[in-house]
């Protein structure tokens, strides 16, 4: 052991010479002090953005990567996803979209770091938090806690991902670009349920990272006692109190919420441009120098690696890159323009003294200066006034909710309330005009052994949780039968009662649907459901499927929470006054894991689905196909799979994730709207799309299309009409340009044209995009026609001035703007 890390250490520094003679990627020193993180002895402000690689696909990765350096951003961000790697004990896969290692390369060639965060619990929404659930069926195992099961694996798995970093020289003291890695993750959340082990544990985790001599800094987020030398660092979102508990730790913000995810039955979280920008400008005013977003692009959870349970095959997230990997806008020009600004000042920021001048009112003035430079924030924090300050003699309207950066103390250069970038509106946009003539064919899953016959695989005499199963599959069969005699058959009056954990169920009793039910992310435990059954004298089929949607990825020992159905399952039979109940949880149980249909790969192209008549709508348990034509051009493709009801949808054999757009939205609360970027950050604020589909539209990467035939294939658990569905291009609409008083506008439809201006004004105008008005004051010049010189191009930029528009009647202390709302075709 000691002698080969010694020869692993001496290739390393031979390596590492050969590579600095070649004139090839030299090691970078990353150091930290209380200030910054430090490159080669210079302290930097780092901008970082989370993008998982198994959210998209290998081909969108170099322009998702792309975007994110022009946004502005020093680094991408992502976690390990363990489950996916290592779906079983010791059986890798690093294929296709879990090539980190490639991730990781096209990132270095974008000329950007990475920061790894290999947890190797990660949560993110993501499938039991990324713990491979083969390990919970490990004899004797606890998970993150000081268990020696637990952290021999641990250790393993992440031995094993740092070793292929470091064969393939990815970290920075090789040459390479990770500049920060992660161990554990959020646990100083949790770390109080698990007792005095939670220290220890902990402490071993620094130990067993320090041990594996990576080069660079460690970092632990939410860890507000992390052991030296690990950083601790904050997640949130807003994060200008954090301090870390140590005075060599820089001030570092892992997770920048800038948005939220979303759970099936839950409305679209939309949080504001100007409320993130406030909080990355409160960040940097109080000393913060690194900052990521989570997410920078959400992207898609394919398949079934959707964590919860309940969380979306979205995870848009609400991110500067939407779903699809198009520009958010304005989010993404408005962070754009901050770093822009941030980075012009790196010296002073990171090397100046800092002074604060408080005005009240939650009013201050942060001065940084540096060899005789000085560089100024002005913050007002109250949610509802907008301040006048006073500052060497020059008086400053700070809006409420915002903060001013004056690059030399004396000009405003950004208010993170004052959006100059364009709003894009995104629209799905149909080849054939919305006419989805798809020609289907259909089989039923095979259901007759299941429900009649009940030898499964495993048999028990009590209930199993669903977790033994290893979670190849949503599905799990619960089987028994029950010999009712006539004194409680008699009644009229009997039902069944599962205690489920809220997933879904699906009750059969003598071959026949009787009923379902199924839960919401707020509300996913001990889900008791009731419904009227009629059994017969004599033998009784109960026949129960349990579907998982997503496992449970975050909280205290959230890896011990139940799944499939706890129990009991009771029959209940009343006559008159007496009720007698029947427990049948300590029956003969049998266990069908997963659905015939997944066995034989239905999902696949080559699969047969060959009945063409008699299309059934609205039948559970349904296996549809149909063969499509890509939407030509290169936009985004999306399936609109409205008319569904619930189940997972595949093209060409590639699963585009479970479906569920028949689970509606809540309704909005008053809170929602209109949106008021102002005040504190809550995922139900300024929330969209309430009472429609949680979710209508689902992702086709380009890569999964064919240029001929394609085939799409849904498994429909619930029952829908699939003639409704169909395949659409996601392009920019309609666009709203602003710009501030003296800045120049510009005006973008991304690979189309301008092809009419719908509004323009320059004063005073109110409202958002798609209902402007004029307020109180306006140009002399029409700026309705002024703009028409936009029409017929892709892009056009306007000063917002008086000098073109004219002089206007504006008084004192209105911000006078130009806004345009232009369509796109
Ligand atoms: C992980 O465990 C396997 C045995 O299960 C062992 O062969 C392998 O060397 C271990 N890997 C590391 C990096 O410790
Ligand atoms: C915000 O300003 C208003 C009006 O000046 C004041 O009444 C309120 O207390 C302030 N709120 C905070 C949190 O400072
Ligand atoms: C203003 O600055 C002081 C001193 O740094 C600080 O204690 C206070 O929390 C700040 N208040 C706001 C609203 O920024
Ligand atoms: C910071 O302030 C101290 C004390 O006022 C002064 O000695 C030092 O030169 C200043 N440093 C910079 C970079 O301005
Ligand atoms: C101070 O500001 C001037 C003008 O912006 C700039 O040229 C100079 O490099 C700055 N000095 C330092 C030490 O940042
Ligand atoms: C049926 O039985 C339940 C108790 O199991 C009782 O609450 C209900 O009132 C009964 N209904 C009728 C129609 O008797
Ligand atoms: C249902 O199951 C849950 C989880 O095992 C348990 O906590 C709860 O007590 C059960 N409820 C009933 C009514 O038995
Ligand atoms: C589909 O069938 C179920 C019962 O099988 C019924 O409750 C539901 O209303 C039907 N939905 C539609 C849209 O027809
Ligand atoms: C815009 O420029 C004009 C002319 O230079 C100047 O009078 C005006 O104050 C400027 N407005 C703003 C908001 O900077």
Redo the contacts with the bound molecule.
């Keep these: 052991m000691t002698i080969s890390s010694r020869i692993c250490f001496i290739t390393l520094f031979i390596s590492a010479v050969i590579l600095g003679l070649n004139g090839r990627a030299s090691a970078v020193d990353v150091s930290h002090d209380g200030r910054a993180l430090k490159i080669d002895g210079e302290r930097r402000i780092i901008f970082s953005g989370s993008i998982h690689y198994p959210r998209s696909t290998t081909q969108m990765w170099p322009d998702l990567i792309k975007k994110a350096k022009e946004g502005g951003l020093d680094a991408i961000e992502t976690y390990i996803f363990w489950n996916a790697h290592e779906p079983v004990r010791r059986q890798y896969d690093f294929s296709g979209n879990l090539d980190f290692i490639k991730f990781i390369k096209t990132v270095q060639n974008e000329g950007l770091y990475v920061v790894l965060r290999i947890g190797p619990y990660v949560c993110a929404e993501w499938n039991y938090g990324g713990f491979p659930v083969w390990l919970h069926n490990m004899p004797g195992i606890e998970l993150r806690t000081t268990n020696e099961v637990f952290m021999n694996e641990m250790q393993n798995f992440t031995t094993l991902i740092v070793d292929m970093v470091k064969e393939e020289k990815l970290f920075a003291s090789q040459g390479g670009p990770i500049i920060l890695s992660q161990i554990e993750n959020e646990y100083g959340n949790v770390m109080q349920s698990y007792g005095d082990a939670g220290k220890a544990y902990i402490n071993w985790c620094a130990t067993m990272a320090e041990s594996l001599n990576i080069g660079v800094p460690w970092i632990m987020c939410q860890q507000d006692d992390a052991p030296q030398p690990m950083i601790n660092t904050c997640n949130g979102f807003y994060c200008h109190d954090f301090e870390p508990n140590n005075a060599n730790s820089p001030k570092m913000w892992t997770e920048n919420w800038l948005g939220w995810f979303k759970a099936w039955g839950n409305k679209n979280p939309s949080r504001p441009a100007e409320d993130v920008a406030f909080g990355v400008a409160r960040f940097f005013q109080t000393g913060g120098t690194f900052n990521n977003y989570y997410m920078y692009h959400g992207g898609t959870n394919f398949g079934r690696t959707a964590g919860g349970p309940y969380i979306t095959t979205t995870y848009d997230y609400d991110a500067p890159l939407n779903e699809y990997g198009s520009l958010s806008q304005p989010k993404y020009g408005h962070l754009k323009e901050l770093h822009d600004v941030l980075h012009s000042i790196e010296k002073i920021l990171t090397?100046?003294?800092i002074s604060t001048i408080q005005y009240g009112n939650s009013v201050n003035a942060t001065i940084y200066?540096?060899?005789g430079n000085s560089s100024c924030f002005f913050s007002n924090q109250n949610s509802t006034s907008d301040a006048r300050l006073k500052y060497e003699g020059v008086e400053y309207i700070i809006p409420a909710w915002s903060v001013s950066i004056l690059p030399d103390c004396k000009k405003e250069a950004y208010n993170t309330a004052k959006v100059n970038t364009q709003t894009s509106v995104m629209v799905k946009k149909s080849d054939d005009d919305g006419v989805n003539n798809l020609q289907w064919s259909w089989r039923g899953e095979e259901l007759l052994k299941t429900l009649h016959f009940e030898k499964g695989q495993v048999s028990t005499n009590h209930l199993l949780d669903q977790k033994v199963m290893n979670d190849v599959s949503d599905y799990l069969w619960y089987m028994t039968s029950v010999d009712l005699k006539h004194d409680i058959v008699h009644s009229h009056n009997m039902s069944l009662r599962v205690n489920g954990t809220g997933h879904v169920l699906h009750v059969y009793i003598n071959g026949k649907h009787v009923g379902s039910k199924w839960g919401a992310y707020d509300t996913p435990d001990g889900n008791v459901y009731q419904t009227k059954v009629q059994f017969k004298k004599g033998r009784n089929q109960i026949s129960l499927l349990s579907a998982t949607v997503g496992l449970k990825n975050y909280g205290s020992h959230f890896d011990l929470v139940k799944t499939g159905l706890p129990g009991p399952v009771e029959i209940i039979s009343t006559l008159d006054d007496e009720t007698i109940t029947k427990d049948l949880s300590g029956h003969r149980w049998s266990y069908q894991n997963g659905l015939r249909g997944f066995d034989k790969k239905l999902f696949n192209p080559t699969s047969t689905i060959s009945r063409s008549n008699n299309l059934p709508i609205n039948r559970s348990m349904t296996w549809y196909k149909a063969t499509f034509k890509a939407p030509l051009g290169e936009e985004p493709v999306v399936a609109d799979l409205l008319g569904l009801g619930k189940g997972e949808a595949w093209v060409n054999g590639h699963s585009l994730g479970r479906y569920w757009p028949s689970y509606l939205a809540g309704s909005c609360s008053d809170d929602a709207k209109p949106c008021d970027y102002r005040g504190k950050y809550s995922p139900e604020k300024c929330a969209t799309g309430c009472e429609e589909p949680s979710q209508r539209w689902y992702h086709v990467p380009r890569s999964f299309l064919n240029e001929g035939d394609n085939e799409i294939v849904l498994f429909e658990e619930f029952g829908g009409n699939p003639t409704r569905v169909g395949f659409r291009r996601e392009v920019v609409g309609s666009v709203c340009g602003t710009a501030y008083e003296n800045r120049t506008m510009e005006l973008s439809c991304p690979g189309r044209t301008v092809s009419a201006v719908r509004f323009a004004g320059f004063g005073d105008v109110r409202g958002s995009c798609g209902n402007f008005r004029k307020g109180s004051c306006t140009s002399k010049n029409d700026a309705l026609s002024i703009l028409q010189e936009c029409v017929g191009k892709e892009r056009c930029r306007v000063e917002a001035s008086e000098g073109v528009f004219g002089s206007t009647d504006c008084e004192d202390g209105i911000w006078k703007r130009l806004v345009v709302e232009a369509i796109c075709s």
């Design positions: 090397y100046g003294n200066s540096y060899k």
